[in-house]
Structure formats: structure tokens, C-alpha cells
């Protein structure tokens, strides 16, 4: 049975940092073919990526991410990180880790719960 299980939300000052988690159980990954991601969705908002990071070590950000976030994978492919800094209101959401297909946003295999973040101006 796969498992994502996030960890690091919270809430914080605006310009401040977070760290999130994620930690994969199970048999997550077609080698090759998939990816760790972070989504976000603000409320009444549709849920976006954020970054995606491959097997080996290939990342991806969008846009609104670049400079500012930064995925990584922690000891093993199955635990990734997501370092958030320079955080504005904006940022505030519930953030979800996920399994998909490498080069897009749309094939999601697996989900975690999620984790809220909470950026006060």
C-alpha cells in the first residue's frame, strides 16, 4: 500500500521560511517514468504544481516557484523536502505531496493528505 505522509506546515510570518516533508511508503515509482511533486491549493483556488523532482535528481519548478522554492530529495528517493522562503500571503494554502508522471501535472498517482501553510502579513 503506497503512503504519502507530509510534515512542516505551519503558520508564519510574512518574508519568513518553512521546510515541508514527505515521506513515501510503499512501492511508489515506474523507474524512469515518475516523479515526487509538491501541489498547493489556496482556498477558492484550483490546485497547481509547484515542483516535481525525478529518480535522479532532475527538478522542475513553475513559474511562481523559481528562486523562491527549492525540492530536494532527502537521503532517499521516497523523502523529499520543499524549502520555502521570502513567503508572501499568497503562499497560504495546503500544500500535497504527490506521485505523478514525469513532464506535466496532470497524471497523479498517489496523494498525501496534506500539510497547511499559513503566512500572515
Known amino acids: 500500500q503506497v503512503r504519502l505522509v507530509e510534515s512542516g506546515g505551519g503558520s508564519v510570518q510574512a518574508g519568513g521560511s518553512l521546510r515541508l516533508s514527505c515521506v513515501g511508503t510503499?512501492?511508489?515509482?515506474?523507474?524512469?517514468?515518475?516523479?515526487m511533486a509538491w501541489f498547493r491549493q489556496a482556498p477558492g483556488k484550483e490546485r497547481e504544481g509547484i515542483a516535481r523532482?525525478?529518480?535522479?535528481?532532475?527538478?522542475y519548478y513553475a513559474d511562481f516557484a523559481k528562486g523562491r522554492f527549492t525540492l530536494s530529495q532527502v537521503n532517499t528517493a521516497n523523502t523529499v523536502s520543499l524549502q520555502m522562503n521570502s513567503l508572501t500571503a499568497e503562499d497560504t494554502a495546503m500544500y500535497y505531496c504527490?506521485?505523478?508522471?514525469?513532464?506535466?501535472?496532470?497524471?497523479?498517482?498517489?496523494w498525501g493528505q496534506g500539510t497547511q501553510v499559513t503566512v500572515s502579513s
Open positions: 523532482i525525478n529518480l535522479v535528481n532532475n527538478t
Open positions: 504527490a506521485v505523478l508522471v514525469c513532464g506535466g501535472w496532470s497524471t497523479v498517482k498517489y
Open positions: 510503499g512501492d511508489l515509482y515506474n523507474w524512469g517514468r515518475d516523479c
